[in-house]
């Protein structure tokens, strides 16, 4: 069955920092890969959204890079701030697939000051 | 405020209540999504509407029944639900046939099953 794994454990980081978080997936083969955010009590953000034939995408301090050949997707923030803190959660699609998403557990980042 | 509102934000009912969750999407989309979230799991995808019409059951009890009048409103109905089915529940939206679907969520029902 299809399986997306992210960072298990929580990731914390020094504030000016770059933070890396993985997404890993098996059994799938996606159309393109989004990027959530999720503050505590509150639902997914839409970050950004990487295609299959596409390497790397940048937006502001985010860089979101995919590779189908190790069928993983990294994401990056760089000079990262205290308010980046926040669970991210990667989602894989297809185009056949209806607009349905398949998420990952997501991986909780603290960044401090 | 992305555009999709939840009610309640808070429930708590007993097993053997009836409650229903309310979804509703201010920007003229066609696919609304329900989705539950329990700690440190992956979103399970429940049901999926398409034009009002569900496509998209994910082997959900039956004690969950959603209704989806028009595709701006979107709830789920609760029905004896068990301790195991406290979670977040979220709505979504998105505008189907662009081929790369980005959903919008509203903010969630945190609900408690006693």
């Known amino acids: 069955s299809q399986k997306i794994e992210q960072n298990s454990e929580a990731l914390n980081i020094q504030e000016g920092k770059t933070a890396t978080l993985t997404c890993n997936y098996t059994n799938y083969s996606p159309a393109y890969l989004q990027w959530y955010r999720q503050d505590p009590g509150r639902g997914p953000v839409f970050l950004l959204l990487?295609?299959?034939?596409?390497k790397e995408k940048r937006k502001e301090r985010l860089k979101v890079t995919f590779d189908t050949t190790l069928k993983q997707s990294l994401f990056h923030i760089t000079a990262s701030q205290p308010a980046d803190s926040a669970t991210y959660l990667c989602?894989?699609?297809?185009?056949?697939?209806?607009?349905?998403?398949?998420f990952g557990q997501g991986t909780e980042l603290s960044v401090k000051p | 405020e992305t555009g999709v509102t939840q009610t309640p934000r808070h429930l708590v009912m007993g097993m053997t209540n009836k409650k229903s969750l309310k979804c509703e999407q201010h920007l003229g989309h066609n696919a609304m999504y329900w989705y539950k979230q329990s700690a440190k799991k992956p979103l399970e995808l429940m049901f999926v509407?398409?034009?009002?019409?569900?496509?998209e059951n994910n082997s959900v009890p039956s004690r969950f029944s959603p209704e989806c009048p028009n595709s701006s409103h979107l709830f789920l109905h609760l029905h004896t639900l068990q301790p195991e089915d406290s979670a977040l529940y979220l709505c979504?939206?998105?505008?189907?046939?662009?081929?790369?679907?980005?959903?919008?969520f509203g903010p969630g029902t945190r609900l408690l099953v006693l």
């Open positions: 509407y398409n034009f009002k019409e569900q496509t």
């Open positions: 989602a894989l699609g297809a185009y056949n697939q209806g607009g349905k998403l398949i």
């Open positions: 990487i295609r299959e034939n596409e």
């Open positions: 979504a939206s998105s505008q189907e046939g662009r081929g790369e679907e980005t959903q919008y």
